[in-house]
C-alpha cells in the first residue's frame, strides 16, 4: 500500500450518521464511530456524542476539530450560565448557544451539530444546527454524510408517541442502515438517552449490528486466523 496516496496530513473529518429523535419521556441520540483522514479510518471507535450539561449533550459531525472546540466553547459557557442562575440551563439555552457560535464563525467552520436533552420546561427537545448556523426544533433530526440514505427511512418510520425502547432501535436501525451504504460511516453505534430520570449512554458493537442487502458477514482478522492454527511447539 503506498501510504503517500491516502493523504494522511487531511483533516480530521467525521464523516459520519449523528441522529436525534424525541419520544413520549425524552430523546435518543445516535451516533456511527468512524474518523476519517482522506480515505484512511484515523479512529475507528470514536465518540461523537459530546456532553454539554448534566441534561444536554451534542451530536458532532463535519470537521473533528471544528466540532471539538465549538462543544468546547459552549460547555464552558453553560456551566458560567448554571452557576449564575443557580439551575441547569434548558435545552433551548444550550442549542441556541451552539447556534450563535456556528453561525458567528460560519465562514471558518465546517461542522453540523444536533443538540438533543430534557429539562422540566419543555421536556425531551431536538435541535438541528446545520452548515451555517441555522437552529430548527424538530421532532428528528438526522446529519452527516450517511443521512443522504436516510430520510425516505425516517419518512416511513418515524411516528409520534414512541416508547423510548422504539426510538432506541429505530436509532440502532437507521445508523446500521447508513453505516451499510455510506463508506465514511462505520464502526460501532452509540446512543445516549435523556429523560427526567437521568442520562443512559448504551453501545453496539459493529458485529452485532443487523446486516443489510449485500453487506458481508463479519470475519476474525487475520492475525487471529493465524493465530488460531499454529502448530503446536515440538517437546524435546
Known amino acids: 500500500m503506498d501510504l503517500n496516496k491516502l493523504d494522511l496530513n ?18 435518543v441520540l445516535g451516533a456511527d464511530s468512524r474518523t476519517s483522514t482522506g480515505v484512511y479510518v484515523a479512529n475507528r471507535a470514536s465518540d461523537k456524542i459530546t456532553q454539554l450539561t448534566d441534561n ?4 458532532r ?17 453553560l456551566h458560567q450560565h448554571t452557576i449564575q442562575l443557580g439551575q441547569p440551563a434548558t435545552v433551548k439555552v444550550a442549542a441556541n448557544l451552539v447556534r450563535l457560535i456556528a453561525y458567528n464563525n460560519k465562514n471558518m467552520l465546517q461542522t453540523g451539530l444536533i443538540v438533543g436533552g430534557w429539562d422540566k420546561y419543555e421536556g425531551g427537545k431536538i435541535y438541528g444546527i446545520p452548515l451555517g448556523g441555522t437552529i430548527i426544533e424538530q421532532p428528528f433530526a438526522i ?10 427511512f425516517f419518512d416511513q418510520a418515524w411516528k409520534e408517541g414512541m416508547t423510548k425502547d422504539e426510538a432506541e432501535q429505530l436509532v440502532v ?4 442502515l447508513a ?7 462505520g464502526g460501532v453505534v452509540r446512543t445516549v438517552i435523556i429523560n427526567s430520570e437521568g442520562v443512559t449512554r448504551n453501545f453496539y458493537p459493529g458485529d452485532k449490528l443487523p446486516l443489510w442487502h449485500e453487506e458481508l ?9 493465524l493465530n488460531a492454527t499454529s502448530p503446536e511447539p515440538m517437546n524435546i
Not at 487531511?10 to 430523546?27: E, F, K, L, Q
Not at 443521512?147 to 425516505?152: A, M, Q, R, V, W
Open 143 to 152: 446529519g452527516g454524510s450517511g443521512s443522504s440514505y436516510l430520510y425516505g
Open 217 to 225: 458477514e463479519p470475519e476474525n482478522s487475520l492475525l487471529d486466523i
Open 61 to 77: 459531525s463535519g470537521s473533528a476539530a471544528d466540532s471539538q472546540i465549538v462543544s468546547d466553547y459552549v460547555r464552558y459557557f
Open 56 to 59: 444536554v449533550y451534542v451530536c
Open 10 to 27: 487531511a483533516p480530521h473529518s467525521m464523516g459520519t450518521t449523528i441522529i436525534g429523535v424525541t419520544y413520549n419521556g425524552g430523546v
Open 173 to 176: 436501525k437507521a445508523v446500521s
Open 179 to 185: 453505516i451499510a451504504r455510506d463508506g465514511a460511516s
